[in-house]
Structure formats: C-alpha cells, structure tokens
C-alpha cells in the first residue's frame, strides 16, 4: 500500500515537501514513482527513485524543481517541490513500480505501476 500527504495551497514559487508511506513492500525492491493528474488531463509522472541504486529521474517539466528521495527505516519517498507553478496543480500519487529500475529514456520518464495509493491536492496560485 501507500499513502500520500503533504499537499495544500501554496504561491507561486513556494515550496511543498510530500511524503509517500509504504508498506507490504520495501524500498530496495520496487522503484517508486510520483504522478500527478491535472483537471481534464492524463496522468504524468514527475519523478522516480530506483530500488536497484537509490538513482533518481524527472519529467523535463520538473527538472531542477522537484527531488525525490526515500528513507528506507522509514518505508517513505518524499518529493520536494521548489519554484512551484500553477502548472504544477494537480493530484499528486505515488506508486510503486513492476521493476526495481525506472523507466527513463529519450529525455521522458514512464510509469509502470503496479499499485497505487489515494493523492493529494497541490494548488499553486498566482
């Protein structure tokens, strides 16, 4: 299972740490991602962390923004948003991948989720 928090109302250009609580799985077995979904539009991944070498990937519209990272005593990956945009507005999820790696390739990152928890609301006004 996992279970995000973390999300509200910021400004733009504020800052929101996330935070994704797993369990029934470790984090050095299955990658995890974030997606989000914006009102009327498909699903996007943002950020993944491998379970193989703790590496971490970004959609091009997150780079230098977002960090993804996990503690494993804790069973919880975290995304923390910086230079927040109304743009980034969505419901944000995390999951956990098929693989241990990431799906990164041409500059893009792909989701292959296995399961996935309820999100929560980011909101980024102007």
């Known amino acids: 299972q996992l279970q995000a928090s973390g999300g509200g109302s910021v400004q733009v250009g504020g800052s929101l740490r996330l935070s994704c609580v797993t369990s029934?799985?470790?984090?050095?077995?299955?990658?995890v991602t974030w997606f989000r979904q914006a009102p009327g539009k498909e699903r996007e991944s943002v950020s993944c962390?491998?379970?193989?070498?703790?590496?971490?990937y970004y959609q091009d519209s997150v780079k230098g923004r977002f960090t993804t990272f996990a503690d494993g005593a804790r069973n919880t990956v975290y995304l923390q948003m910086r230079s927040l945009r109304p743009e980034d507005t969505a419901i944000y999820h995390c999951?956990?991948?098929?693989?241990?790696?990431?799906?990164?390739?041409?500059?893009?990152?792909?989701?292959?989720?296995?399961?996935w928890g309820q999100g929560t609301l980011v909101t980024v006004s102007s």
């Open positions: 999951a956990r991948e098929h693989y241990r790696d990431c799906t990164y390739y041409g500059g893009n990152l792909y989701g292959r989720w296995a399961e």
């Open positions: 029934g799985f470790t984090l050095d077995s299955y990658a």
């Open positions: 962390i491998s379970a193989r070498d703790g590496s971490s």
